[in-house]
C-alpha cells in the first residue's frame, strides 16, 4: 500500500484536506504527524477509513523531523503534504536549533522532510507545500492584514531577533516564509526525478483557524467574527472548502507543471519577486548546509 505523508493535519484546512483524502483513497495509507492527542483515531473515526497514523513530531525540532523520517524509511511514499505553518507576533524567539520558528516550521521542516524522505518516493508522487497570497506582499493579496515579505541572506531570515519583538515583524517573517516556500518548490522541482512532481498551494485566506491564535485579542475576535463572515464573499474560503481543494491539488488531477503555484483550484502565476533562480538557489544551499542528509 502507498503512503502519503502529511503535515498540519490536527486543525485548520488541513483537517478537512486529510479527511477529504481518507474519504476518497481507502486505497492510500496516510500518515499524519502530530504534536499528542487523538489524532489518528479521530480522523478514523470520522471518515470511518482506518488507514490512518500518527506520527509524534514538532516540525520545530529537526531532531524530531529526523526521528520521524526515520520511522517511514520501509514506506513507498505516493505524496507529501508539507501543510503545517506558524504565523507569530514576534521574530524573537528560537527553536531548540536556534532558528526562529517561523522558517524553521514553514519552511526548513518541508525541506528536510522531503530531502530525509528523496528515495522514498515512488513516481508517480506528488509534493505540495501550502504557501500563501501574503508572499505578493500587495493589498489585493494580503488584505493590508500582513506586511510584504523582505528577502535577506538566507542565514539572516533564519535569526530569531529579541532585539526587536514586534508583530510586524512576526508578520514580515510569515509572508517571507511563504516566499521562501514558492522559490523552494522552484528549486526542488529542477531536482526530483521524473514523475515526482512539487506544487505550491495557495489557499486564499481562510478566516477560522488557528493560524492568528499567537495573536492579541482584538485580531482573535475579529478572526472568529467579523473576517469569518467573508467566506459568504470570494474574499475568503472556509477551512472545509480550503481542505477540499488541498486535497485535490495532493490527489486530484495534475494541476500543472511540476513546480507550479496552484492557486485554490488551479495553477496560476505567483508573485514576479516568487521567480527567482539566484534566489531559489541560495535558499537550497542555504538549506543542505544548515541541516546535512542522508537520505534514508
Ligand atoms: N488561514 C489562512 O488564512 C491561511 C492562508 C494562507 C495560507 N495558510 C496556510 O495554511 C496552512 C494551515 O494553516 P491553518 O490556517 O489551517 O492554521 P492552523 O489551524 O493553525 O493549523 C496549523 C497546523 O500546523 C500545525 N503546526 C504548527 N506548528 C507545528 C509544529 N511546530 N509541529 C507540528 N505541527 C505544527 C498545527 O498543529 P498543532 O495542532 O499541533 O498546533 C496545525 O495542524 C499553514 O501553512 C498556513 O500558513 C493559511
Not at 502529511?6 to 488541513?14: E, N, P, V, Y
Not at 520545530?60 to 529526523?66: F, K, L, N
Not at 524567539?93 to 530525509?116: Q, W
Request: charged content about 20%; glycine content about 10%.
Amino acid at each position: 500500500m502507498e503512503t502519503l505523508l502529511m503535515t498540519g493535519a490536527s486543525r485548520g484546512l488541513g483537517r478537512a484536506a486529510a479527511e477529504k483524502i481518507l474519504r476518497e483513497r481507502p486505497d492510500v495509507r496516510l500518515v499524519v504527524t502530530t504534536r499528542g492527542g487523538e489524532l489518528a483515531a479521530e480522523l478514523a473515526e470520522s471518515t470511518g477509513n482506518p488507514n490512518v497514523t500518527a506520527l509524534p513530531c514538532d516540525l520545530a525540532s529537526t531532531r524530531s523531523i529526523r526521528a520521524a523520517a526515520a520511522m517511514l524509511s520501509g514506506h513507498r511514499l505516493s505524496g507529501f503534504i508539507g501543510n503545517a505553518g506558524v504565523q507569530l507576533t514576534s521574530r524573537a524567539h528560537a527553536t531548540e536549533d536556534g532558528i526562529e520558528p517561523t522558517f524553521a516550521v514553514n519552511v526548513l521542516a518541508n525541506h528536510l522532510f522531503v530531502r530525509l524522505l528523496w528515495n522514498r518516493f515512488t513516481a508517480p508522487a506528488r509534493i505540495v507545500l501550502v504557501g500563501s497570497d501574503t508572499h505578493f506582499g500587495d493589498l489585493r493579496h494580503n488584505l493590508g492584514m500582513v506586511p510584504a515579505p523582505r528577502w535577506e541572506p538566507v542565514a539572516d531570515l533564519t535569526r530569531p531577533r529579541p532585539e526587536a519583538p514586534t508583530a510586524a515583524g512576526g508578520r514580515t517573517a510569515y509572508s517571507t516564509s511563504k516566499l521562501a516556500v514558492v522559490y523552494l518548490a522552484h528549486a526542488l522541482a529542477r531536482r526530483l526525478p521524473d514523475g515526482v512532481d512539487v506544487y505550491t498551494f495557495n489557499p486564499g485566506y481562510v478566516p477560522g483557524t488557528g493560524l492568528v491564535r499567537d495573536a492579541g485579542p482584538v485580531v482573535r475576535f475579529l478572526s472568529r467574527t467579523l473576517l469569518r463572515a467573508l467566506v459568504a464573499t470570494p474574499l475568503a474560503l472556509s477551512p472545509a472548502g480550503a481542505g477540499a481543494l488541498l486535497a485535490d491539488a495532493a490527489i486530484g488531477p495534475r494541476p500543472g507543471e511540476s513546480g507550479a503555484y496552484v492557486d485554490r483550484w488551479a495553477a496560476a502565476g505567483s508573485s514576479p519577486e516568487s521567480y527567482d533562480h539566484d534566489r531559489e538557489e541560495e535558499l537550497w544551499r542555504a538549506l543542505c548546509a544548515l541541516e546535512p542528509v542522508e537520505m534514508l
